[in-house]
Nanobody
């Protein structure tokens, strides 16, 4: 049974930084692409960043590029999203996902975490 458990969300002020973590279990972590998506109230799920199994390739949404860094520790079966200079429009539930291809489309990821809330006040 594959499980993804996010942590690290919270309430921060604009300009602050935050690091999200996602601990994975149930299959060989390093074989799979990992990604972060987010969903704001009333909106669809939005791609944030993805990282290849080895960690050698990353890709970011334009809205977060330069402010976010995705990384992974395959020894700890954990993927991270370091976010800096947070803005109120970054407020959303953040989800990690695991899949076979490095895409920006949610349907291509077969396992998801339960999400962690990030709220950025102005």
């Amino acid at each position: 049974q594959v499980q993804l458990v996010e942590s690290g969300g919270g309430l921060v002020q604009a300009g602050d930084s935050l690091r999200l973590s996602c601990a994975a279990s149930g299959r060989t972590f390093s074989r799979y692409t990992m990604a972060w998506f987010r969903q704001a109230p009333g909106k669809g799920r939005e791609f944030v960043a993805t990282i290849s199994g080895s960690g050698g390739t990353t890709y970011y949404a334009g809205s977060v590029k330069g402010r976010c860094t995705i990384s992974r520790d395959n020894a700890k079966n954990t993927v991270y999203l370091q976010m800096s200079n947070l803005k109120p429009e970054d407020t959303a539930v953040y989800y990690c996902a695991s899949g076979n291809g490095a895409t920006t489309t949610p349907v291509t990821y077969d396992y998801w975490g339960q999400g962690t809330q990030v709220t950025v006040s102005s």
